[in-house]
């Protein structure tokens, strides 16, 4: 087996076990039920929360951190994180330890952009596109796997809420394991571009050279942050990566709050103690199987997204604040199944979208420091957004729905104007030159790829 295929055969096993977690569509009927006994409100306004903050103090500096340890080290702490947290929610109880849980929970969630980044250290820029679609496919694997043995092992009772947080301890142990058996990197995009090569001598190494080292230890720093600024500057001046950047940031905050929230809403409109059978297994399991399919199908639909890019971002918000607000008024758990569905395979046809276009006009090796930085906007957003309605209001499960219907509400008019103003502009320039707007993209270079065949000809 050649050394690409191997390296990436690990990582996917990594991903499939880390992501194979069956307590977690039932999480907030274990913590509410014996043995820890917690309020609904408990969890929604005291537990839950933390994790956005966690997930956002943590980020930045993550982000950093993965590329100057070099990618391994980060995925073992992710795997350390998961088993931390899986081990308090089996054997403590209480708020502050279920909140000390969500702490945990977010370092795991915070350092995931190593496993991502990872495999493109350790392979030829040739087989990216092969391994990013196996990467992400054991991720998307894993959690269709683990909600579907969720809903069947609950339904027939082999198993109560409780007994599931041990199977999903076992899988996040054995994926730790694996992450150390993962191949060391040996450089990464800013802080190993080179190596920093310091000839060893003697036990008595004279002041001067002690010096040197301390100077060339300072230009290395010193040219990693110009390499992060350059890239970071060069992104966010540009305005068609600013546009798709923009929506991916608001869109996602939106996303994490429906995903950490979704189960109090749920409870709110069907309660256990009222209802036979709960079907967040299956949910869960059907969203994860319409979304990858949604997103697969979107890298054989090849409109030309500088055209219809804006609109298509104003309608889909559209569709998203109607979803979420029929969710929040509804007395009918089908509606709300539903409607998540179609809500979480709407945002990664729109996220599959934002991410080829925002790498498209990127510089060669700074995705991760964008993706990076959209997420931490977004975290930043959902922070705010969480203080807001969550802690200061303490707004009720159903009303957050209605409130995060007219979150996307103004994302949608945001963008029906630009698309509008587009257009306009368009309209502008004359039928003649209209008809010369394609529909659909064309085959040739992105202007990515023009910029690196210009900066290898200089």
Known sequence: METWMKSCLVLCMYGFFKEFRPSEPFLTEY??????????????YDVYPVWTYAYLSQLIVVLLLTDFLRYKPMIIIEGAGYVATWCILLWTRGVHWMQFMEFCY????????????????????????RVTSFTRSAIL??????????????????VNYHDLNYISLASVSIALIIACTLPPVQTSIYFHR????????????????????????????????????????SAYTNKYLLKWSVWWAFATCGNFQVGNFIQPLWETIAPMDDTEV???????????????????????????WSLFGEST??????????????????????????????FRASYQV?????????????????????????MFVALFLQTILTAIVIEALQIGSKLQFVLYGGYFGVLAFVFFVLSSYSCGRMGGIGCARLKEVEIWETSGPSQNELRRNSDQET
């Open 31 to 44: 913590l509410i039920g014996p043995p820890m006994n917690l309020t609904l409100d408990e969890v929604n």
């Open 106 to 129: 977010g370092i795991a969630t915070s350092t995931e952009v190593a496993y991502y980044t990872y495999i493109y250290a350790r392979v030829s820029s040739e087989y990216y596109q």
């Open 141 to 158: 694997f894993g959690k269709f796997t683990a909600a579907v043995a969720a809903q069947v092992l609950t339904s027939t009772e082999l």
């Open 194 to 233: 080179s190596q920093l090569k310091v000839q060893a001598t003697s036990e008595s190494t004279t002041q001067l050279n002690a010096s040197d080292v301390k100077e060339n230890e300072r230009k290395w720093l010193s040219n990693a942050m110009k390499l992060i600024w350059s890239d970071f500057k």
């Open 278 to 304: 709960l079907y967040n297994g299956i949910v869960e399991a059907a969203s994860t199987l319409l979304s990858a399919l949604s997103a697969f199908a979107v890298g054989y639909f090849h409109l030309n």
């Open 313 to 342: 971002m104003a309608i889909i918000s559209l569709l998203d604040a109607l979803l979420l607000f029929f969710m929040g008024v509804t007395q009918n758990i089908w509606v709300g199944y539903v409607n998540y569905i179609l």
């Open 350 to 374: 729109m996220i599959t979208i934002a991410s080829y276009q925002v790498a498209k006009e990127l510089r060669a090796d700074s995705y991760g420091l964008v993706f990076g930085m959209n």
